[in-house]
């Protein structure tokens, strides 16, 4: 059965799985699929160049498909996390160092940007004791409804 699909696969066949798998990726939300096309490309174009039998490209396809699985979750994806804190605890957010937008003395209230969102919003409405003035820096000390309670820095 070997000598059959020898005969009958050909490089293009390799082009076409990839492509295939790569838009199955739309599907998944891991990358999965996409290394496992981008692996069955490569296949096809070595097999353009180099003449191959069946099982020398199941094995290569296996080879680069594994190799370049370990290179994306080992090393590319963690790098990419998200540097957001949505869905992490109030902890997380304690200690958070923001700027001061806009302030108003008589209630002791304003707006603190962070230079990335947190839990979902790079802008927080937030109380203070302390006086700011716009551009100032405040550190997240408590959490008090949809407000921050903040201090100066």
Same mark, same amino acid.
């Given at each position: 059965?070997?000598?059959?699909?020898?005969?009958?696969?050909?490089?293009?066949?390799?082009?076409?799985? &990839?492509?295939?798998? %790569? #838009?199955? !990726?739309?599907? %998944?939300?891991?990358?999965?699929?996409?290394?496992?096309?981008?692996?069955?490309?490569?296949? #096809?174009?070595?097999?353009?160049?180099?003449?191959?039998?069946?099982? @020398?490209?199941?094995?290569?396809?296996?080879?680069?498909? +594994?190799?370049?699985? $370990?290179?994306?979750?080992?090393?590319? %994806?963690?790098?990419?996390?998200?540097?957001?804190? @949505? &869905?992490m605890s109030r902890e997380?957010? $304690?200690?958070?160092?923001?700027? =001061?937008?806009?302030? @108003?003395?008589?209630?002791?209230? #304003?707006?603190?940007?962070?230079?990335?969102?947190? =839990?979902?919003?790079? !802008?927080?409405?937030?109380? @203070? !004791?302390? !006086? +700011?003035?716009? &551009?100032?820096?405040?550190?997240?000390?408590? $959490?008090? #409804?949809?407000?921050?309670?903040?201090?100066?820095?």
């Amino acid at each position: 059965m070997v000598e059959w699909l020898d005969a009958y696969i050909m490089y293009w066949h390799w082009v076409v799985l &990839g492509i295939v798998l %790569a #838009g199955a !990726e739309i599907f %998944a939300p891991s990358f999965f699929l996409l290394w496992l096309g981008v692996s069955a490309v490569v296949v #096809g174009v070595i097999s353009y160049f180099i003449d191959l039998s069946f099982s @020398s490209e199941i094995i290569l396809w296996g080879i680069l498909s +594994f190799s370049s699985l $370990i290179v994306w979750f080992k090393f590319i %994806a963690p790098s990419m996390k998200t540097k957001t804190l @949505s &869905g992490m605890s109030r902890e997380a957010l $304690i200690g958070q160092e923001g700027t =001061v937008t806009e302030f @108003s003395k008589s209630v002791l209230k #304003g707006r603190l940007r962070f230079p990335a969102p947190v =839990v979902g919003n790079d !802008e927080w409405g937030f109380r @203070s !004791e302390d !006086e +700011f003035t716009a &551009g100032d820096r405040a550190i997240v000390t408590e $959490i008090s #409804g949809n407000d921050l309670i903040v201090r100066k820095k």
